[in-house]
């Protein structure tokens, strides 16, 4: 069923002055607010969902309004934002094991991974409790697992399993409405997921096109309304966290300059520096302070553990791990101590010891149970960077100089490894990408602090991606042009494809996309 409320009335239900994304770093308002309820559960509820959102874009349409669907708000960046009608879809959430019948041949004999369609709106948290306690595992996702299963891929959401890619690259199929009566079910051509009659049974067009599908991998939402999405699951594995000082000489090799450290990232040798074979690292980061990096360094490996056995199932509560910083509280202490020299550094020095230099505490966890839930005060701004690993070295030093030259707000510098893309829009677009983010304060000072790391690597001739769901304040049409290339025109084909009705396509748009990408 569709509720629809004025902005005023959703204000007075929600008792807020104004609708903020969570970390209170972009405001709007929204003309309309619309909501599905659900009738009907499984199946039926699913189809429901389908059949609310053909009427509702084709609503939008015959209105003249702009539409957007929000995941979970939490977005840094504008890109959910809108002035039209907003869609909430978080009250359908539906998932489904694809039987072998339902799966074409090549699929069905796969037996080591199994295909959950789960309705857009679902979070990732909700999908991680049922599908662990099943027995089974996302094989990535981000670093928490608040954010809707459409709204993380729509933006390009991605961690650290450097075997694996983010979590656009374990998507398998899409299923989004186009038009008031028209939904695709889109699979990529080299790789066909479902037996032929399988969209039909759903009413939907079967479209098995590599190239649509590599831009709905990456829709910044606005390639339809996303109604669900087959992830691909992996039997449950547990991991060891091993985290090390690298400045103390906590590597199993010893002590390590930061700059030996940084060459070995770039090159992907994560083996040589936590003492295991790569194929048991699942997920590996590095985390500096950028104000001393020689000094305080930190790298976290999580390594597949032999016991519990794979696919043995597993409870998470998914809740909030207890190790992350307070950002309302930096957002404070960042404001005060900005023009007092040196505090920058020294509080940057004191956050990362407290969260990263105690010991890593219980045994192997399972996915959803090591990348759970954050509270969310709100206060924080980040961005990230996603520069070709050939270059880190000297993109690290880039940022390194710039913030020890401006001193003035905490900052911490994490990287995060993703191997290269087919999504045509995603941020891992070099063979072996490195995340680099950018973490600190919501306060105008961090926001400079990016812009002007931005400008240094421009000026170096470094070129970089750059998270579209986080700090996105630098990008022009011509950076995303020219760090993309023909990637852009092919998206925007794809696009025309999908929603060939330039009224639709407008109605599914919204500022940032259209000052980028239109
Ligand atoms: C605490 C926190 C931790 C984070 N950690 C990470 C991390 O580890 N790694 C990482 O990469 N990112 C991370 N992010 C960024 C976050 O993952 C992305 O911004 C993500 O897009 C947010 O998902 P959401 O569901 O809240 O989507 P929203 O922010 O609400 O929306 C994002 C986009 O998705 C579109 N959209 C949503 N649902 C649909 C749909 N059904 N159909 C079509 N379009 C849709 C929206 O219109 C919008 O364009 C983090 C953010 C926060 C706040």
């Known amino acids: ?20 994304n969570v970390h209170g770093t972009v405001t709007f308002a929204p003309e309309q607010l619309i909501s599905l309820t659900p ?68 699929a069905a004999a796969r037996d080591e991974v199994a295909y959950v369609l789960v309705a857009g709106g679902a979070s990732i948290r909700w999908l991680n409790l049922a599908l662990h306690r099943a027995g089974w595992s996302l094989e990535t996702s981000g670093a928490s697992n608040g954010q809707a299963v459409a709204g993380a891929i729509a933006s390009g959401t991605h961690g650290s399993s450097y075997h694996i890619g983010a979590l656009h690259d374990t998507v398998a199929a899409i299923h989004v409405v186009v038009a008031p009566a028209e939904h695709w079910w889109v699979e990529p051509a080299r790789a066909p997921l479902v037996a032929d009659d399988f969209a039909a049974g759903l009413g939907a067009k079967l479209v098995r096109d590599d190239e649509v599908f590599a831009a709905l991998q990456t829709s910044l939402g606005s390639l339809g309304i996303v109604v669900g999405v087959v992830l691909t699951c992996v039997p449950n594995f547990w991991l060891d966290l091993e985290r090390f000082s690298v400045a103390d000489g906590a590597l199993p090799g010893g002590a390590l300059p930061v700059t030996e450290l940084i060459d070995r990232l770039a090159r992907w040798q994560f083996d040589t520096l936590v003492g295991h074979p790569s194929d048991r690292v699942w997920h590996f980061d590095a985390v500096f302070n950028p104000f001393s990096p020689d000094s305080q360094s930190y790298v976290s490996a999580y390594v597949v553990a032999d016991q519990p056995a794979r696919g043995t199932p597993a409870e998470v509560t998914g809740e909030h791990r207890g190790d992350e910083w307070n950002p309302d509280l930096l957002q404070f202490v960042s404001r005060a101590i900005g023009g007092v020299p040196g505090a920058p550094a020294l509080v940057t020095r004191v956050g990362l010891k407290s969260e990263y230099a105690k010991p890593v505490s219980g045994g192997p966890r399972v996915w959803g149970a090591w990348f759970a839930q954050q509270d969310l005060p709100g206060g924080a701004l980040g961005a990230s960077l996603g520069v070709d690993c050939t270059q880190l070295p000297a993109a690290l030093l880039a940022i390194f100089g710039t913030v020890q030259a401006r001193a003035t707000v905490p900052c911490v510098v994490a990287t995060r490894f993703v191997p290269g893309s087919s999504s045509l829009l995603g941020m891992n677009q070099f063979p072996r990408t ?57 998206w925007r084909a794809a696009r025309a494809r999908l929603l060939p009705d330039p009224a639709v396509a407008q109605t599914l748009s919204n500022p940032v996309v259209d000052g980028l990408l239109r």
């Not at 039926?44 to 003249?64: E, I, K, M, S």
């Open 434 to 490: 490195c995340m680099i983010d950018m973490d600190g304060a919501n306060v105008p000072a961090m926001a400079d602090l990016i812009a002007q790391c931005c400008r240094r690597l421009e000026t170096d001739g470094l070129p970089f991606t750059m998270h579209w769901g986080k700090w996105i304040g630098w990008l022009t049409r011509e950076h995303v042009q020219a760090v993309y290339g023909d990637r852009v025109e092919r």
């Open 1 to 20: 069923m569709i509720t629809r409320l004025p902005f005023s009335k959703y204000l007075e239900r929600i008792g807020q002055p104004a609708l903020r």
């Open 39 to 106: 009738e009907a559960s499984g199946s039926d509820r699913y189809r429901h969902t389908v059949r609310d959102v053909c009427q509702v874009l084709g609503d939008a349409v015959g209105a003249g309004k702009q539409l957007r669907c929000l995941g979970r708000r939490w977005s840094i960046s504008p890109i959910a934002a809108t002035d039209g009608w907003l869609l909430d879809l978080s009250d359908v959430s539906t998932a489904k094991w694809l039987s072998r019948e339902e799966l074409s041949p090549a």
